[in-house]
């Protein structure tokens, strides 16, 4: 399976800095669960970091993090091998949930904050800054265990991004999230890259993924087969054309250089098979009915998805 790789778009922020995954390769006896994995995560950009069940993403995300050790391969921040105090000053949602059930949302949080170097009081006020902000500020004494599951995320994604973390690596963040709270956790993750923070995550929603990230990672049975700029790779990857006539369009199929993909009605999808058939085709309908549209057509990201990981 080839794979397509795009220039990173060079960020208008300086001084910001870049994650980087360098040949990742992790064994389970004889399973490469991911082979040869690379990728970058630059300042300032959220990338989405998509694939299906198995594809390795949960198993790369927890060797940035030094969580699972590595079989072969480096993780670089800021140019240089990551070192665990670079680690201690990321933020991570894993995707199995960290929180004490019987413990209550507020006190958890302040002792999440403080074991990450915060003294009480300012990850006292980091914690109810957030949980007002999700809406959470009345179940602050709450014990885990009784807030909902999409609540109990919302304490998760607070416990990673309380103390305004250097990179942000979070599996699944907005599994479980109503349509306001994913509103509410998309405008927290662009405050963060608006100050150069790397924002990686993982999700099976790509209409999600597809409105909020600046790049996209796509990994199938372990291997990158897709990493680039999101814009350039939907761009990239547009090979089809749409024709609509005030007509029937049956026709389209005998015209030489043109392979046709769908016909409904007076409306074509059409690939270009020879140089210049498109412009020919053209022509040709402006001859016979009225042209009502003509361009090229970008595939959404679900379709870049199905069509690479086939």
Request: aromatic letters at 6%.
């Given at each position: 399976m080839s794979v397509t790789t795009l220039p990173t778009s060079t960020s208008s922020r300086t001084g910001t800095a870049r994650l980087e995954l360098h040949s990742l390769t992790r064994r389970f006896g004889d399973i490469t669960a991911v082979d040869d994995v690379s990728f970058s995560v630059p300042g300032g950009q959220m990338t989405g970091f998509v694939g299906g069940n198995g594809a390795g993403?949960?198993?790369?995300?927890?060797?940035?993090?030094?969580?699972?050790?590595?079989?072969?391969?480096?993780?670089?921040?800021?140019?240089?091998?990551?070192?665990?105090?670079?680690?201690?000053?990321?933020?991570?949602?894993?995707?199995?949930?960290?929180?004490?059930?019987?413990?209550?949302?507020?006190?958890?949080?302040?002792?999440?904050?403080?074991?990450?170097?915060?003294?009480a009081q300012a990850a006292r006020e980091a914690v109810m800054e957030h949980l007002e902000r999700f809406g959470l500020a009345d179940r602050a004494k709450d014990r885990v265990e009784k807030l909902s599951l999409g609540n109990q995320q919302r304490v998760q994604i607070i416990a990673a991004v309380m103390r305004e973390p250097a990179?942000?690596?979070?599996?699944?963040?907005?599994?479980?999230?109503?349509?306001?709270?994913?509103?509410?956790?998309?405008?927290?993750?662009?405050?963060?890259?608006?100050?150069?923070?790397?924002?990686?995550?993982?999700?099976?929603?790509?209409?999600?993924?597809?409105?909020?990230?600046?790049?996209?990672?796509?990994?199938?049975?372990?291997?990158?087969?897709?990493?680039?700029?999101?814009?350039?790779?939907?761009?990239?990857?547009?090979?089809?054309?749409r024709l609509t006539i005030s007509d029937d369009a049956g026709w389209v199929r005998d015209v030489p250089g043109i392979h046709v993909v769908d016909v409904d009605g007076g409306s074509v999808l059409f690939e270009v098979e020879a140089a210049g058939a498109e412009q020919a085709l053209l022509q040709r309908a402006s001859s016979r009915a009225a042209v009502l549209e003509f361009g090229l057509v970008r595939p959404s990201l679900s379709e870049i998805y199905r069509e690479v990981t086939q």
């Open positions: 993403k949960t198993t790369t995300m927890r060797m940035v993090m030094g969580v699972l050790g590595i079989t072969s391969g480096e993780v670089h921040w800021d140019g240089r091998p990551i070192t665990h105090d670079d680690r201690r000053r990321f933020g991570y949602m894993p995707e199995e949930r960290g929180l004490y059930p019987k413990q209550g949302v507020l006190d958890q949080l302040v002792y999440l904050g403080e074991l990450g170097g915060m003294s990179a942000l690596i979070l599996d699944e963040p907005f599994s479980g999230l109503d349509p306001v709270a994913v509103d509410a956790m998309a405008d927290l993750l662009r405050e963060h890259t608006a100050r150069g923070v790397p924002v990686l995550f993982s999700s099976h929603q790509l209409d999600l993924v597809e409105r909020l990230c600046d790049r996209l990672v796509i990994l199938s049975r372990g291997r990158v087969v897709v990493e680039g700029a999101t814009g350039d790779l939907r761009e990239r990857e547009s090979g089809r054309y």
